[in-house]
């Protein structure tokens, strides 16, 4: 790896993070870090019922309490509007209810009060000492608790094609079997926080945000402003896996309780709220019947989805998403239902979708080859789909059959011996298990700035934000690429409103949506200095503008060369400057990411220990535009799969619907001890080029994806015990343990 | 908005030395220990031309007021006398009074290592652990282990190696990092480090690039001395 990396090689190759040294040193600001003159504190006070009312707040020892400004609630809070919530309008929002609408009570963790006070010690002081009454009401806590109450509501994303039920029975093999999964929380390290400034009408937020500009829609319909009024800045995020895609109450109630008391407020979410009111994978039941015909060929799929969902916003977790287009099967019906408990809204977190759906499909399919009597690899070779079947389209580029092999290869899955139980390594028992991966490639509209300055340096805006998966670096790369600048020369800019318009830094498609729009910008910027190279005042004033080469900071004609920035000297010139806006991905083909999960488990009977000590991923994800943070971003994606596969459940209390693990200890994450010893990733690296002209297709989700089906595949080859439900505790596996038994 | 006069609070300005922001500078004098209790006069000057909102080195020299005790922090080598309510946090102390907002809040639970500084030496959550039981102590955080554009090894490593995403935990898992491998009693092996590492979460799931860095700092911070 090299520090300077010039010109065409930028793209494809290596270089550390531009960001690097801040994040090293403490430097990068993070929302929370910003302390405007005269900043008060907000700290929320929360429901502790999961249904009911508010029927009463005493206040009056908080009041009394040092330092107190004010106290918003129900009663003593503005007027304002709901946002219409609509991605297209560039307004969504996930959960539609304003903070303090009403006095009613749709989950725990809602906000019930906000206290601001002159110091965030006198703010949580005061705030502990809020008393709220409550008239609760029975609560529906869980999935069968919603089902039974009040059924299912339809969701989207449904698809049919053939007729599944018809070729399911007298199939020569056929399963049919129930996945469910639990509530995952994102978790993201830094909590969700906002501080918020007014000067007169006009709005500043700094905002942990995967996306400034669907928050500025936001907040300019919820306070009825202009969003030219409102800046929205979130430089740096400490990440968000989907949970800061959408703004949630706390930044409704930070920046209206600044308006109130005319003074900046800053507002962190605490982390036991972080599993409330900010978003969560919901919970999941799939029903999955499959059938093959003697050759293990699939002839029927049908998967069947029901998520939970708030009872004030319907979100459908699309987990039957991948299930319409990665094998080939003639007759398919996807379906997607939802049912409300009293849960705060779920959104999409890292894969969603997919995530659980994967866990259920590939699982699902492994079940199905050994029903079957085909190895689970051959299984997918026999039956992978060619060309999307559901949307009947070609795949733009699709390597999933090099991908499967080549980790298979390396894994060294054919010396597998396929007998449950049967490969030991003294105390434990060693399963190998695998499982497809796949993500939806998307690209959507995107503006970019570029500015080629007098003093050498590039400048580059964008209203999108780098979640630390590395987008400031490769723009960086695909400027240097353009124009022969080194990468130490190029400021890059995100997260802030008022750059030109990007994208969300979700579903995988912010690589894919801005590098094109950053080197269109580019081009533009060199077209404009080519102009004033060709003016009558410029090195080259009787040449034709297209007859100019850029090179390397060198603008070239009949080979004599200019420095660009004397071109831009000798006008007295700042700089050249580009402006693009590029379109979103056209619908000629199917464009998805593939990939294979290799894994194995070792379990030890006698204290089941379960561990996962090896992972062979092989991913397909068009070309890769930096190797070092595409690794990372799928190394860090099989850890959250081994999150997921092993330890990650919000749990809630079935009888008042209160999460009771909604803490950084008792909702287990991976931590350095869990990370397998072995982890490789192979990087297939074809450039897409139907998709964009860099070919990359984006990265950050489809790691996740197939995981825990690869896990609970290894530890059913290692104990012969099928787990259905997420996540594989350790306990699942102290009886009924079929290697055991035969052992 | 006053707080815009920070600088570098809006994106990214990549190795470039030539304007760093009053802000990071004000980090790294007391980082290098030049600016000790008392600024140096064109400091001092420079201060009060710039907007109210620029972090001032807070010296409570009054009495405390009623309900506050006084208490004296060496913080990066820069001794701060502050007044501070006995409910008050040595992390935000650090954060909100002193503006060190390099050390970062994760849970205030004790959870996730986020917070994670030197207390004489020691590494401990700082979110924890209240600001009047620091009275006296030296106290190092992330700003305090780099001088300028002269980083740590451990610093150093952790860029080198992409040992992060997103950023967040990163000065806790540094501070961790550097305190295991000035411990003896923590083996050098990778399984040793894991464990040793395991109070700090990464989310993001850098742990294998984490454990590169750290291992590799071993080697330079050996070199060095």
């Given at each position: 790896m090299s520090d300077s990396i010039i010109g065409a090689g930028a793209i494809g190759s290596g270089p550390k993070r531009i960001d690097g040294q801040r994040k090293v040193t403490g430097a990068a600001p993070y929302a929370a870090d910003h302390h405007p003159d005269n900043v008060a504190y907000g700290y929320g006070v929360f429901s502790?019922?999961?249904?009911?009312?508010?029927?009463?707040?005493?206040l009056d020892a908080a009041r009394q309490s040092p330092g107190v400004i004010d106290i918003f609630h129900h009663e003593h809070f503005p007027e304002l509007h709901r946002s219409p919530s609509s991605m297209a309008q560039g307004?969504?929002?996930?959960?539609t209810r304003l903070p303090f609408e009403d006095n009613k009570v749709y989950y725990e963790g809602q906000f019930v009060a906000l206290v601001v006070a002159d110091t965030f010690e006198n703010a949580r002081a005061a705030a502990r000492k809020v008393g709220v009454n409550y008239k609760s009401d029975q609560a529906i806590a869980n999935l069968d608790q919603g089902v039974t109450a009040h059924g299912t509501q339809k969701g989207q994303g449904n698809h049919e094609r053939g007729d599944a039920a018809g070729n399911f029975d007298g199939a020569a093999h056929s399963i049919d079997v129930t996945y469910t999964t639990p509530v995952e929380t994102?978790?993201?390290?830094?909590m969700h926080a906002s501080v918020a400034s007014w000067e007169g009408d006009r709005l500043t937020i700094f905002e942990s945000s995967q996306g400034v500009v669907q928050q500025q829609g936001a907040l300019a319909k919820i306070f009825g402003i202009p969003p030219e009024h409102i800046r929205v800045e979130s430089p740096f995020i400490g990440s968000g896996f989907g949970a800061k895609l959408w703004m949630w109450p706390h930044a409704v109630a930070a920046s209206a309780a600044a308006r109130e008391i005319g003074r900046p407020v800053q507002l962190v979410v605490p982390r036991q709220q972080m599993f409330t009111t900010t978003g969560h994978r919901p919970e999941t039941c799939q029903r999955m019947r499959l059938a093959t015909d003697e050759n293990g060929k699939l002839v029927s799929l049908r998967h069947e989805s029901i998520n939970t969902t708030s009872f004030t916003d319907q979100y459908v977790e699309t987990c039957g998403s991948v299930t319409k287009s990665l094998y080939s099967c003639p007759n398919l019906t996807v379906s997607h239902e939802t049912t409300q408990v009293n849960r705060g809204t779920p959104t999409s977190m890292r894969a969603p979708g997919a995530a659980p759906g994967l866990f259920a499909l590939e699982s699902a399919i492994d079940e199905m080859a050994l029903e079957a009597g085909v190895d689970p690899l051959e299984f997918r070779m026999n039956n992978y789909a060619e060309r999307d079947e559901s949307l009947d389209l070609d795949f733009s580029s699709n390597h999933i059959r090099e991908a499967t092999e080549r980790a298979a290869e390396k894994f060294g899955w054919h010396d597998r011996n396929p007998d449950v139980g049967s490969m030991r390594d003294g105390h434990e028992i060693i399963g190998y298990g695998m499982a497809a991966c796949n993500w939806e490639a998307l690209k959507r509209e995107c503006e970019a700035r570029v500015s080629l300055r007098a003093d050498g340096t590039a400048y580059v805006t964008c209203a999108t934000q780098d979640i630390g998966t590395g987008t400031y670096t490769i723009i960086a790369q695909t400027v240097s690429d353009l124009t022969g600048l080194p990468i130490e020369k190029i400021t890059v800019r995100l997260g802030d409103t008022s750059y030109p318009k990007g994208p969300i830094s979700g579903g995988s498609w912010t690589t894919a949506t801005t590098l094109p729009a950053v080197a269109a910008a580019t081009r533009k910027a060199i077209e404009e200095l080519k102009g004033y190279a060709t003016s009558g005042k410029g090195d080259f004033a009787d040449a034709a503008s297209d007859s100019l080469t850029f090179e390397n900071g060198q603008l070239t004609h009949d080979g004599q060369s200019v420095d660009y920035v004397d071109v831009l000297k000798g006008q007295k010139l700042a700089s050249a400057d580009g402006h693009a806006h590029t379109q979103g991905a056209d619908s000629q083909y199917s464009y998805r990411s593939f990939g294979a999960h290799f894994v194995e488990v070792r379990w030890d009977p006698g204290i089941s220990n379960l561990r996962v000590s090896r992972v062979v991923s092989a991913i397909d994800v068009g070309r890769v535009i930096n190797s070092m943070t595409a690794r990372n971003q799928v190394e860090g994606a099989i850890v959250m799969g081994l999150g997921m596969a092993h330890f990650e459940a919000t749990e809630y209390d079935a009888r008042n619907g209160r999460p009771v693990n909604n803490n950084y200890a008792e909702y287990v994450v991976p931590v350095h001890a869990d990370q397998p010893p072995e982890v490789d990733v192979i990087l297939l690296?074809?450039?897409?080029?139907e998709f964009n002209e860099f070919g990359a297709r984006g990265i950050g989700e489809i790691g996740i994806t197939g995981m825990a089906a690869a896990v609970a595949n290894a530890v059913y080859h290692a104990t012969g015990k099928r787990i259905r439900d997420l996540p594989i505790f350790k306990e699942k596996l102290m009886e009924n343990i079929p290697a055991v038994q035969s052992a | 908005m006053s707080d815009h006069h920070k600088g570098d609070g809006s994106g990214v300005e990549t190795f470039d030395a030539r304007s760093p922001s009053r802000r990071r500078f004000l980090k790294s004098m007391g980082a290098s220990g030049l600016a000790a209790a008392t600024a140096p006069a064109w400091a001092q000057i420079a201060q009060a031309g710039q907007s109210q909102a620029e972090p001032v080195e807070p010296r409570d020299d009054g009495a405390p007021a009623e309900g506050e005790q006084q208490i004296r922090l060496t913080v990066n080598g820069v001794e701060h006398t502050l007044n501070v309510t006995p409910n008050a946090v040595l992390l935000d102390v650090l954060r909100d009074r002193l503006e060190l907002t390099g050390t970062k809040k994760g849970c205030d639970q004790g959870q996730c290592g986020a917070c994670t500084l030197l207390v004489n030496d020691t590494a401990i959550n700082s979110c924890l652990s209240l600001a009047v039981s620091h009275d006296g102590d030296e106290i190092t955080t992330i700003e305090g282990l780099s001088n300028g554009d002269d980083l740590h090894p451990v610093q150093a490593a952790f860029w080198e190696h992409d040992a992060y995403q997103c950023g967040y935990c990163t000065s806790g898992q540094i501070m961790s990092a550097v305190a295991i491998l000035n411990d003896d009693n923590i083996g050098s092996d990778d399984a040793s480090v894991r464990e040793a590492m395991s109070g700090n979460i990464c989310r993001c799931g850098a742990y294998k690039n984490i454990l590169a860095a750290v291992q590799d700092a071993r080697g330079r911070m050996k070199g060095a001395s």
């Open positions: 502790t019922i999961a249904s009911g009312t508010v029927a009463g707040l005493d307004n969504k929002v996930e959960e994102h978790n993201p390290m830094e690296d074809y450039p897409d080029l | -």
